[in-house]
């Protein structure tokens, strides 16, 4: 039985204003501790708009008064400053949770006493594929967000990753012991999917969909390049979601002369479920880099909850899972021909379709936020 005693505080970096993987599992975990009868508070920085992204339930909201500004280094000082400015402020009978590594590291440097963290991602590997101001050497900051991030997780009293792979990842280089480690993979809304899934929504032949953010790691070029392959086919690609990358992905679409592809830009979360209801393929590209290898992609968990078809890339732990069980279409994350044809198997063959969409839903019932929010409250209730 889980103490009602209990406060926990999340302390996240991040707009919760717009819909992104951090701000998902931020919110559904604290949403979750809230029914499993915690005092919950997310702490944050002011959102750049006035509706959040997602509704909370009866969650304590304390905001900085800095705005969230992106990836301007200045606005990452001021808001990491003043996240840790107020978290001093609070009393020490709540249990800290810091939302990300590299918000991790700076709290380790200020030697803030006890938190755990949640470690979405591996960041400093990301540098690569982001806009940095010219006058900062890439190298030298991938190098202090390495060392930041090594930080956060050195001087957390407990870690939770995505993944084995990232378990293995900071257990082997980072220098942290196993016994700091848990893992809980990201998950998916089960009450908003049966919701949607109620509706009877018809399956629109011919769609093919991704749903995510638009960086330059999401390789929707890769997309790009499929849908101009199969211009002659009769099939329409939907890219939901948005990202600072989206203005070169519409130029390269235009530099393709095709007309088969839709960005829809960034959507409420029911919408974009529904896209996927509709949908007759689902796509997940990914690069073969570090913190693709350590992901757990949410979107992945989405298309299994309903049961769809997938053509994903062969990188991270769940496309291999999805693979051994024969729940997914795996792909060389390298060969775009492959990438193809693979879509092209599914579209051609309805029976292959159903049986992998029908494993995939057998799969996905351990992932629910639900579930994984209870994984969360035991730990805590350790802590």
């Known amino acids: 039985m889980l103490s009602k005693k209990l406060k926990v505080v999340f302390i996240a970096d991040m707009d919760l204003s717009k819909i992104s993987g951090d701000v998902i599992r931020t919110i559904a975990f604290a949403n979750e501790l809230k029914n499993n009868g915690l005092d919950v508070t997310i702490l944050s920085n002011q959102p750049t708009a006035n509706k959040l992204a997602m509704k909370l339930q009866n969650i304590n909201l304390i905001f900085t008064n800095v705005k969230y ?34 918000l991790g590291g700076y709290f380790a440097l200020t030697r803030f006493p006890k938190y755990i963290l949640d470690m979405h991602g591996i960041y ?4 690569d594929y982001n806009s940095i101001p010219r006058y900062i ?35 082997n280089n980072f220098g942290v012991s196993k016994n700091k480690v ?16 109620k509706k009877n929504i018809k399956q629109e ?44 992905y519409e130029k390269l679409l235009n530099e393709y002369e095709i007309k088969n592809v839709i960005f829809t830009g960034r959507i409420p979360i029911e919408e974009a479920y529904t896209m996927i209801v509709q949908s007759e393929i689902m796509l997940s590209p990914f690069p073969e880099k570090l913190y693709a290898r350590v992901a757990c992609p ?10 769809k078809a997938m053509v994903i890339d062969e990188v991270d732990d769940m496309s291999r899972f999805l693979k051994e069980k024969n729940a997914a279409i795996i792909c060389d994350p390298n ?30 019932k351990e992932f629910s936020w639900k579930n994984q929010g209870v994984k969360l409250a035991c730990i805590l209730e350790d802590f």
């Not at 848990?182 to 899934?197: A, L, R, T, V």
């Not at 769609?207 to 329409?236: C, H, P, Q, S, Y």
């Not at 021909?337 to 992998?356: M, P």
């Open 335 to 364: 060969r775009d021909d492959e990438f193809v044809d693979k879509i092209l198997l599914l579209l051609n063959n309805q029976e292959l379709k159903r049986e992998i969409g029908k494993n995939a839903l057998s799969l996905s």
């Open 205 to 248: 032949k011919g769609m093919i969909t991704f749903v995510g953010n638009l960086a330059k790691w999401a390789n929707v070029d890769k997309i790009i390049r499929a849908a101009k392959k199969l211009e002659n086919e009769k099939v329409e690609f939907f890219i939901v979601g948005d990202g600072v990358y989206r203005k070169k």
């Open 137 to 171: 050497p890439k190298g030298l900051y991938k190098r202090y967000n390495k060392f930041l991030e090594k930080q956060g997780v050195i001087k957390a009293d407990k870690v939770i990753t995505v993944s084995n792979s990232m378990f293995n990842y900071i257990t």
């Open 69 to 102: 500004g992106g990836g301007s280094i200045l606005n990452i000082l001021k808001r990491t400053w003043a996240l840790i400015r107020k978290a001093s402020q609070l009393d020490n009978d709540h249990v800290f949770i810091i939302e990300t590594s590299l």
């Open 124 to 127: 400093f590997r990301e540098i």
């Open 182 to 197: 848990e893992i809980i993979p990201n998950g998916y809304f089960d009450d908003m999917i049966n919701k949607i899934s």
């Open 298 to 307: 949410i979107k992945v968990l989405e298309y299994m909850a309903f049961g």
